[in-house]
């Protein structure tokens, strides 16, 4: 069994939110991490904590919406501590916010991109050498509105919706080279976002509002609770475990050691059958 320390999880999205703290995480627990985001100050700033922690961190600036960054990204990792055996799919972008006719289709349609082809992208990047090692772990961050509707916030709900079932049915291409891909819903958690839905007022809805102000008094979700949920499914304890949809508030515990029905914990979110 590899050790923590003998592998190397990427990040997307490493440079704030949910990334950075999964980063600083799995950097705790004994991980070689590639960070990867668009803005160099705050990759630096991470890299910096995890350094100081006496963790071991490459920065790397790049844009999941273009492939070749990606690709060069991946290519760096694999000279620098010999591949990547966990991706950790965290990059992501809000979207406009209101009614879908108000929208921007513009920038919509960003969204898609980074939400959604930039998974795709950091996915396809990874998987040639997982396959060739025969052994690979993908955990894709979904979010609000992958598991019910959410109002004025299509383009966000919609691409994350999307990277579920991505994360199914890559599953299910890659069951016979021992890679496993799941789907992790972090909970509602603070960030940056929180501010963007308080700074939209009446176009995120009154739900939104109470909602994104109980966060920000709050924090959300703590983040060990995020990072337990990722280092198990970063694990070789979860081997059995593929295609699935799990939430941070899930008994995912009992996972390990548990048979499923194939529909449960999946975008179907059956939890009793």
Not at 38 to 60: K, N, V
Not at 231 to 243: Q, T, V
Not at 255 to 264: C, R, Y
Request: proline share 4%; glycine share 10%; with cysteine.
């Amino acid at each position: 069994m590899r050790t923590p320390k003998e592998q190397c999880v990427l990040i997307t999205g490493a440079g704030r939110g949910i990334g950075k703290r999964l980063a600083l995480g799995f950097a705790s627990a004994g991980y070689r991490v590639g960070l990867l985001a668009r803005s160099q100050p705050e990759l630096d700033l991470a890299r910096l904590e995890i350094e100081h922690g006496g963790g071991t961190a490459l920065a790397i600036r790049a844009d999941v919406r273009d492939y070749e960054q990606v690709s060069r990204a991946v290519e760096c990792l694999r000279q620098a501590f010999g591949g990547v055996d966990v991706l950790i799919a965290a990059a992501a972008v809000q979207g406009p916010i209101g009614p879908l006719w108000e929208n921007d289709p513009r920038l919509w349609a960003e969204a898609i991109q980074a939400n959604l082809v930039g998974v795709m992208h950091a996915c396809h990047a990874v998987l040639p050498q997982m396959i060739a090692r025969r052994s690979g772990k993908i955990v894709v961050l979904s979010g609000g509105g992958s598991a019910y509707a959410r109002p004025n916030f299509t383009a966000y709900a919609a691409s994350k919706t999307a990277v579920v079932r991505l994360a199914e049915v890559l599953a299910e291409e890659v069951r016979d080279h021992n890679v496993q891909v799941n789907c992790m819903a972090p909970g509602g958690t603070y960030s940056h976002m929180t501010d963007e839905i308080l700074h939209a007022g009446a176009l995120a809805g009154a739900k939104e509002i109470q909602d994104a102000e109980r966060i920000r008094l709050t924090g959300g979700t703590p983040p060990e609770k995020q990072i337990q949920l990722a280092l198990f499914l970063a694990s070789e304890r979860s081997n059995h475990i593929s295609g699935k949809f799990l939430h941070v508030n899930d008994d995912w515990k009992r996972l390990e050691n548990e048979n499923m029905h194939p529909e449960v914990f999946t975008l179907r979110r059956l939890q009793r059958v």
